[in-house]
């Protein structure tokens, strides 16, 4: 049976395209002729390889292919232009030798255009954008709804921030060891939001992006390699356990929450390591969000059921997260946990709170979690209410399917 190699590109454009971008940046020195270039890999790719088989590193063959594809328009380019001033990142792609194209090469080029989209003269708001634009691929709509924000405000960031990039030269590496504390939030900051799209998809079919998440875990390892800060190990350990559940999270495509999962498909070794990280990041006595977050997880991935996590000391825990970062997202995780500890009635009077302030009014998490604690509290039409306005905002497939069933069987109960 021949390999589809539509089916197969498709594949290797959401696992390694942005890797290759990142390489291409590095070589061409310019977003815009990389992303090109990358677009023009994939469709020589899916010109060649029917007739020419799949090469033995398709990552390499794109990046280039890519590079060759890039070097080649600027040559055109330069028949019918005597000048070039932008031109010279691509003449030196030009002359630099193929055969320094390699998976290891390629691999730290995610982690150097990382620094590069959060490098500390472009705006926190447009290091975000830029990084999960490029980085990340998502798309202007996805990064808006994240943010909650004008899908144009971040198609503008993103614009003005490749331009600072190139015209104020900012470097594409790794920043010595004395400038790497200071930039460290912002990177960490970015890794965590790329773990949580994947750990948790905003859109599209599926509830998980595996190698997304998997792609940030290998990030914080190299981060936490690099510069060894609570911060960067705290986010390491809350990663690995989180991921950890990631095989019981879903059966047959649809979605399994925290209560009902079988705890017995979640992963002893990531637990393992992310707990002793954890312990690792809270010995520095300088602990952080991350490391707090941390802790929260590997409570759940202690306690042998839902019912019997210890809900006082997670309550504690987001006590403490309260102080260092106040969230409305982190008030609203506390008020779940609050139902846990005390009844459904407490924390709904805390959800009920947050929404009356008109803060997380367009997140479907906080309707979702009102809802089910409406219908915990014995309030089956104000259960109904809040499950139509998160339906209303759900973006991701098996998240949608899941309010169904819970709206057709509060409906059900009538």
């Known amino acids: 049976m021949g390999i589809d190699i539509g089916a197969r590109l498709e594949q290797l454009y959401r696992d390694e ?234 059966v047959d495509g649809e979605l399994v929450l925290l209560a009902d999962q079988d705890r017995a498909l979640w992963d002893g070794e990531r637990i393992e390591r992310g707990t002793a990280l954890l312990r690792q990041a809270l010995a520095s006595r300088r602990v952080g969000p991350y490391a707090i977050q941390a802790a929260i997880a590997a409570v759940h991935a202690e306690a042998a059921s839902y019912e019997a996590t210890d809900w006082p000391q997670i309550v504690g825990l987001y006590d403490v997260l309260l102080r260092q970062t106040a969230s409305p997202v982190v008030e609203l995780n506390r008020a779940v946990a609050l139902a846990m500890r005390e009844d459904a009635a407490t924390g709904l009077a805390q959800v009920d709170a947050i929404l009356g302030r008109g803060e997380l009014t367009d997140y479907h998490l906080a309707h979702a979690a009102q809802a089910e604690l409406c219908r915990r509290a014995g309030y089956p039409q104000r259960a109904r209410d809040a499950y139509e306005r998160a339906l209303a905002l759900v973006g991701q497939a098996p998240e949608r399917r899941h309010l169904e069933r819970c709206l057709a069987q509060l409906q059900g109960d009538k």
Request: hydrophobic letters at 45%; glycine letters at 4%.
């Open 17 to 250: 395209s942005r890797r290759v971008l990142a390489t291409l940046i590095r070589m061409l020195g310019d977003f815009d002729a990389a992303e090109e270039a990358l677009h023009d890999a994939f469709q020589a790719a899916l010109r060649q390889w029917p007739t020419e088989g799949v090469p033995a590193n398709p990552r390499a063959w794109l990046v280039s292919t890519g590079r060759f594809k890039a070097v080649d328009r600027l040559r055109r380019r330069a028949r019918f232009e005597t000048q070039l001033p932008d031109s010279e990142p691509l003449r030196a792609a030009a002359t630099d030798d193929p055969a320094a194209v390699d998976d290891e090469g390629i691999a730290d080029d995610r982690l150097r255009l990382i620094f590069t989209c959060c490098h500390p003269a472009l705006s926190k708001q447009a290091q975000t954008a830029l990084t999960l634009r490029t980085v990340c691929d998502l798309t202007t709509e996805a990064i808006a709804r994240a943010f909650l924000v004008p899908a144009p405000t971040v198609a503008q960031r993103i614009v003005r921030a490749q331009a600072k990039i190139r015209d104020a030269g900012i470097p594409y590496e790794v920043p010595p060891q004395h400038e790497l504390p200071e930039r460290l939030d912002a990177v960490l900051t970015v890794v965590y939001l790329m773990f949580n799209e994947g750990y948790a998809a905003s859109t599209g079919d599926k509830h998980m992006w595996i190698e997304l998440a998997d792609e940030a875990i290998r990030l914080g390892e190299l981060l936490s390699e690099l510069l060894p800060e609570p911060e960067a190990v705290g986010l390491l350990a809350l990663m690995l356990l989180q991921s950890s559940r990631r095989h019981a999270r879903t």
